[in-house]
């Protein structure tokens, strides 16, 4: 059973906006750095380029585009009553987006300094957000699938920012970590609670309304919307067990538990697939495209790092975590987030357009936001950039076409938002205009 969607406590449009007409511009400086550095920034997931690259898209791109859109996904399906959504929109942007340009040039030039800038203002930030998401998903009535997951998905960023802002802040101060824990344990539970905990649980909440919904498939199987973010969750919270103060990395449990996680991805992967493939519609528009290629690449994702577990010959590779990275990323989180992308902003100009007192004649149709065409031609730039990205870990010498590629796709995907929120303020200036203008006499 679908909840019931509360349009009228949708946030004023200016929120959710900030965020997304931000996010791409970063991934196209995440493309630059790429092909600035070249076969380096590819050496392996440490060297500066590919943290620097990791946290523009994960914190600019993708953080954006979340908290953007859950000021406005738990406003209405959860019919929550947010807290200042302007206030929170205005305070909580332009620190990410100050903290992610501190932390991807601390990478970059080795600053200290700039590492304790980024902790400071990311646990500002963060520390805001969480809070107005937290009480709003605390004390709305709803009860769905959707929400229960987004609980999940919002405790999994406390994780993920109390991890990295402890990690900032040990790189800030110079400080080792060595008595408590060994710092690749406490990176690699960080990127699992932000990856898993956070990015994909997100997904999968979001999924839950929005693929039977925009896409017309049934609904999810009530057993695998219980299963999937239940074991996610627990296992998680079984890899984050190695923090325990003697507690071995090299224990083979936690090869079960990371089987186990990626066993429930790809089950989640393989139902999404599955249902697309029964949907009513028999025309893919590029919202379900970007879905499919997201899911595949989750799947390859699951598929990869369990070959890399029976064949540690190939994951022992210096380059094996940047192949699950580029999969991770921009195969899955950033195709899910330009679906989406292109589904929203069309949708929340129609809606507000309508609240602005619009009538069927004085408005486009929601097709008519954004072109098919610019559409369908970024969509096949992405997928084609996520494709020489892919190559580039193999043959480091693409990296410089790779990089380039995957930037002219963020480009012209900020160029397509950029025309659709254009075309929502020369509309609502015609309403507006068309109120104020004086009666005609009869």
Not at 44 to 65: C, E, K, N, Y
Not at 70 to 97: D, E, M, S, Y
Not at 237 to 265: E, F, I, K, N, R
Request: net charge positive; proline share 6%.
């Amino acid at each position: 059973m679908q909840p019931t969607l509360s349009f009228e406590q949708a946030p004023p449009i200016s929120v959710p906006y900030r965020f997304f007409l931000t996010a791409p511009l970063f991934g196209a400086v995440a493309g630059l750095v790429l092909a600035w550095f070249g076969p380096a920034a590819l050496a392996s997931r440490w060297s500066p380029g590919a943290l620097a690259m990791t946290h523009l898209i994960v914190v600019d791109f993708m953080l954006q585009v979340m908290c953007g859109s859950l000021l406005q996904f738990v406003a209405v399906v959860a019919g929550a009553n947010i807290w200042r959504p302007r206030l929170v929109a205005a305070v909580v942007h332009p620190l990410i987006t100050a903290g992610a340009v501190f932390l991807a040039t601390a990478f970059l030039l080795g600053q200290q300094v700039l590492f304790l800038l980024a902790a400071l203002v990311f646990a500002t930030a963060l520390g805001l957000f969480l809070t107005v998401m937290a009480v709003a998903l605390v004390r709305t009535p709803a009860r769905s699938a959707s929400i229960r997951v987004l609980r999940l998905a919002v405790f999994g960023l406390l994780l993920t920012v109390v991890l990295g802002v402890t990690l900032a802040s040990t790189l800030g101060l110079h400080r080792s970590l060595q008595s408590i824990w060994s710092l690749p344990t406490l990176i690699n539970v960080h990127v699992a609670w932000g990856l898993g905990g956070w990015a994909l649980m997100l997904v999968i909440g979001v999924s839950f309304l929005v693929v039977p919904m925009f896409q017309l498939t049934p609904a999810y199987p009530l057993w695998l919307t219980r299963l999937v973010p239940a074991g996610l969750f627990l296992a998680l919270c079984l890899w984050s067990l190695q923090l325990l103060p003697g507690t071995s990395a090299a224990q083979s449990w936690q090869s079960g538990v990371v089987l186990a996680g990626m066993l429930l991805a790809g089950l989640y992967a393989v139902a999404t697939l599955w249902l697309q493939s029964s949907r009513r519609r028999r025309q893919a528009d590029v919202t379900l495209v970007f879905w499919r290629g997201a899911m595949l690449a989750l799947l390859a994702l699951a598929v990869s790092w369990l070959l890399f577990l029976a064949l540690p010959q190939l994951g022992g590779q210096a380059r094996a975590p940047l192949w699950l990275g580029v999969l991770a990323l921009p195969g899955v989180f950033l195709s899910v987030i330009q679906g989406m992308l292109y589904k929203i902003m069309p949708f929340l100009n129609w809606l507000h357009l309508q609240r602005q007192g619009g009538t069927v004649s004085t408005q486009p149709n929601m097709k008519q936001m954004i072109p098919e065409r610019a559409m369908r031609g970024q969509m096949r730039l992405h997928f084609a950039a996520l494709a020489l990205l892919l190559a580039a870990v193999i043959w480091p010498a693409l990296a410089l076409p790779a990089g380039l590629a995957f930037s002219a796709s963020c480009l012209w995907l900020e160029w397509n938002l950029v025309g659709a929120a254009r075309l929502y303020v020369r509309f609502r200036n015609r309403i507006r205009a068309a109120a104020a203008a004086p009666l005609a006499p009869i």
